[in-house]
């Protein structure tokens, strides 16, 4: 497909009105510039898929529909069903990185950051958890893993860890539309428009796979986004994305060298990586 054509399609499609999802992986070196084949969570579904549909890649929790004052329940699971076991295709193959290597989780703010008037009743972006494991089960439940999981590994049953804690707005993304926020970051942050962004500038959590991984490892990204303080009791809004890396044979296990002024469609988050 014609670049022009699109970047006309991705344009096309509603804001705020949307939720997000991790949309690729990319692996990042050490100067802070994405590298290697990108990847994609399990059972991906590309929004130019003729049968494409928000919901065909959104997992909420509490789902829509159900009493608020029930919240998420125990029996929750992490994953969509789509996602509860590892499937990839092709076209959309998982990761492949190295122990110890950086990778970039993106995401599109979808209006959550750049038109917060549209959410008025929501904090502004939320936070993003990423999860790992090397013993994934397709019966993991969110509420065995969000905020049980540690920094450590020795939080709930220990099959696994807190990678990192991400701001859903990593300070620079954005989409084209008319918010001062969004004209803003289109000055501060300028590039030239690029298959899959087009003019649109993804937000990302940058991670560091753990040094003594290997075979295959799975990762879970949580999109936490509350409400604000207004006297009600109303549990945060809860969006997941489950995927898989392909682990290869050795270890990175430089320091980071960031690269400063590099094109900002295939860059890192720089305070992101030098922080971990």
């Not at 898929?49 to 928000?54: A, E, L, V, W």
């Not at 076209?91 to 989780?105: E, K, N, S, T, V």
């Not at 450590?152 to 918010?179: E, H, K, M, W």
């Not at 489950?242 to 060298?257: A, F, H, K, R, T």
Request: glycine share 10%; net charge negative; with cysteine.
């Amino acid at each position: 497909m014609e670049f022009n054509v699109l970047l006309a399609i991705l344009l096309a499609l509603p804001l705020s009105g949307a939720h997000s999802w991790v949309e690729r992986l990319r692996r990042l070196g050490l100067n802070g510039t994405m590298v290697g084949d990108p990847g994609y969570v399990r059972g991906f579904v590309s929004r130019l898929d003729p049968t494409f549909d928000d919901l065909r890649m959104q997992h909420h929790l509490p789902p829509n529909g159900r009493d608020a004052q029930l919240g998420i329940l125990p029996t929750d699971r992490i994953c969509r069903d789509s996602q509860r076991v590892s499937r990839s295709s092709d076209m959309f193959p998982r990761l492949q990185a190295w122990p110890g290597d950086f990778i970039a989780l993106q995401h599109q703010e979808n209006g959550h950051v750049t038109l917060p008037e549209a959410s008025p009743h929501k904090e502004h972006g939320g936070t993003i958890y990423i999860y790992g494991t090397p013993n994934p089960s397709e019966d993991d439940a969110l509420l065995s893993i969000h905020r049980v999981w540690n920094a450590d590994g020795t939080g709930g049953d220990r099959r696994g860890s807190l990678l990192a804690v991400r701001p859903f707005d990593d300070g620079q993304c954005y989409q084209i539309n008319d918010g001062q926020i969004s004209i803003a970051r289109q000055e501060a942050f300028k590039k030239v428009p690029a298959d899959p962004q087009g003019a649109d500038l993804w937000c990302q959590s940058d991670i560091r796979l753990p040094s003594d991984v290997c075979g295959a490892y799975t990762l879970y990204w949580v999109w936490e986004w509350p409400f604000k303080p207004d006297g009600l009791e109303r549990p945060a809004d809860i969006y997941t994305s489950c995927m898989d890396v392909d682990i290869l044979p050795g270890i990175q296990q430089g320091e980071v060298s960031y690269v400063d002024g590099q094109d900002l469609n295939w860059a890192g988050i720089k305070q992101q990586m030098l922080a971990i």
